[in-house]
């Protein structure tokens, strides 16, 4: 038997992190852990914060174009959402020993990234419905199966936004069923929506298992429940369906439905335009960057006068 006294604290330590994993623990903030654990997951959350707030402003630009006032409530009440998801997110990153200051700089600095799909424009109000429908309904298949990822702060805020996506899911799908039901141009304006809106969906979910560098050591430490092509393939067999009951069709001449598997088969995936985004070339980063920046510069006044008022109030305690 080891002699506790000669073993070196780190591999005690490391043992007992590894113990409460395969126990399916979670693990939290004060708890000892590898510091490229804590990096995986600082990096994962934080990407998944700047997309919650960055994921606002292709839809922030159709709200005063709303086509009702029942549709604009929605709207934003949809829209505020997605700020409170980079709220929670900010602040279960924060447990991991970064200032939400120091992500905001790494952000327009371009060091830290956020999901591709956010810089597509929204050119139609159908556009609302299909970013609803898809990268709500991408974002909830990942997001679900993050509710049982190991790191306790992200799998709590996980629960709450699964919650608040489902809805924004279905006020998307409601605003595509009701197009399709509408005149031949409200049609086509929907199944254009579907066109362009279609695989950089599918690109959400990251590169192939086999090209993604992080998925195997990510699983390993259960930070990633499933991987990037498990997820994929969930999404396309739920929507496809979905697509179908209301009569869109799916922009993939190479679509098959095995009977054997019950699943689909897709045509390939442009993986040059994913990097091609991913990298800032898409056709809306620039746009989207200078706007975070420019308003975040606005806000900073806001900031400062909280801080001090903080700062006081601790003085006066
Ligand atoms: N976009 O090895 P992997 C939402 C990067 S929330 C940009 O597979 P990983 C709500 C990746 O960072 C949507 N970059 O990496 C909403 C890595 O680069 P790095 C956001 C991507 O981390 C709806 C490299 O490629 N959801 O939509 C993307 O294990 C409507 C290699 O990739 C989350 O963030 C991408 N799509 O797996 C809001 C969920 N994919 O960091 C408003 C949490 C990959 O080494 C309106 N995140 N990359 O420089 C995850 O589950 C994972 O981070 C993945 C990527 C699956 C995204």
Redesign the pocket.
């Known amino acids: 038997m080891e002699d506790i006294l000669t073993t070196p604290i780190s591999q005690t330590a490391l043992a007992h992190f590894e113990a409460r994993l395969q126990n399916d623990e979670k693990i939290e903030p004060k708890d000892w852990m590898p510091e490229a654990y804590r990096k ?1 997951v600082l ?3 934080m ?10 402003q ?2 922030g630009n159709w709200v005063l174009r709303a086509p009702s006032l029942r549709a604009k409530k929605i709207l934003l009440a ?2 505020q959402d ?1 700020g409170g ?2 709220l929670y997110l900010y602040s279960a990153a924060e447990t991991l020993g970064m200032d939400r200051t120091e992500m905001i700089q790494l952000l327009h600095e371009q060091k ?7 810089n597509y424009p929204a050119l139609t109000w159908a556009d609302i419905g299909a ?2 429908w898809l ?2 309904g ?2 909830i298949v ?2 679900v ?2 509710q049982r990822t190991s790191y306790g702060p992200y799998a709590r805020a996980m629960v709450r ?1 699964c919650k608040e ?1 489902s809805f ?1 899911q279905r006020q998307g799908y409601e605003i595509m069923a009701t197009m399709m039901k509408g005149t031949p141009e409200q049609q086509a304006m929907a199944q254009d929506a579907m066109n362009r809106w279609w695989w950089p969906s599918l ?5 192939h ?1 086999a ?5 195997e050591q ?1 699983m390993e430490w259960k ?2 429940r499933e991987s ?1 092509d498990r ?1 994929r393939q969930k999404f396309i067999d739920k929507t496809i369906d979905q697509a179908y009951v209301i009569g869109l069709t799916i922009p993939d001449k190479d679509l098959k439905f095995n009977e054997e598997t019950k699943s689909y088969s897709i045509g390939p995936i442009n993986w040059d335009e ?2 091609s ?2 990298k800032g070339n898409g056709p809306c980063n620039k746009q989207r960057m200078t706007h975070h920046i420019k308003y975040h510069e606005e806000g900073r006044w806001v900031r400062e006068a909280l801080e001090a008022f903080a700062k006081k109030q601790i003085e006066m305690n």
């Open positions: 995986t990096r994962q959350m990407q998944h914060a700047h997309s919650e707030v960055i994921g606002m292709p839809e949809k829209i997605e998801h980079g830290a990234k956020y999901s591709s799909i956010f970013i609803g990268v709500d991408a974002a990942n997001q199966s993050l936004i996506e924004h690109m959400m979910f990251g590169p298992d090209d993604s560098p992080h998925t990510s930070i990633k990037n997820l994913f990097w985004v991913v």
